[in-house]
């Protein structure tokens, strides 16, 4: 057996006039904030693209889905996820699990993780069990302890079955 992992991070800037879409849930920002970005700007889901991408040496979302393409203006950054677990799949290669957190001062993202992980597991043909959502502020601190911006840290792990010689 064949193991790879990857590691993906995103990180988007919070603005008024949009909204805030977190692992393909839609929140409500006490500060009426959402994510600015090309497409719906849901970190969480673009970091697990960018570590299943980077366990295969393929780049990031950036060269799959050009933020300068009008096809991914407001894009469902789920459907974009299904698309990268299908370049991951045509090369033989799948999915063992993931895990991410997200780093965000507001709003308190506990109440939704359990959706986000059903959310992104359905989107990639897995159990919830294989996806870990983590959230944690940052006290404070830089951009997002500041309420700037929202960012994602995420791992995937995938496995392919050797071919025998």
């Given amino acids: 057996m064949e193991l790879r992992i990857g590691n993906g ?6 603005v008024p006039g949009r909204p805030l879409i977190l692992g393909g849930q839609r929140l409500d920002h006490p500060a009426g904030l959402g994510l600015d970005g090309h497409s719906d700007a849901d970190v969480l889901v673009h970091a697990v693209m960018d570590a299943l991408l980077g366990a295969l040496s393929l780049g990031d979302i950036g060269r799959w889905f050009p933020p300068d393409d ?37 709003p308190k993202l506990r109440p939704h993780i359990a959706a986000m992980r059903a959310a992104i597991a359905s989107s990639m043909g897995l159990t919830p069990e294989q996806v870990g959502v983590k959230a944690t502020t940052n006290e404070g601190l830089g951009a997002e302890g500041r309420e700037e911006g929202i960012s994602c840290q995420a791992v995937a792990l995938l496995m392919r079955q050797a071919v025998a010689r």
């Fill in 9 to 14: 991070y995103d990180i988007h800037r919070l």
């Fill in 70 to 106: 009008p096809r991914w203006l407001g894009a469902d950054s789920l459907q974009l996820l299904e698309q990268v677990v299908a370049l991951v799949s045509e090369r033989g290669w799948q999915v063992v699990n993931v895990d991410s957190v997200v780093v965000a001062e507001r």
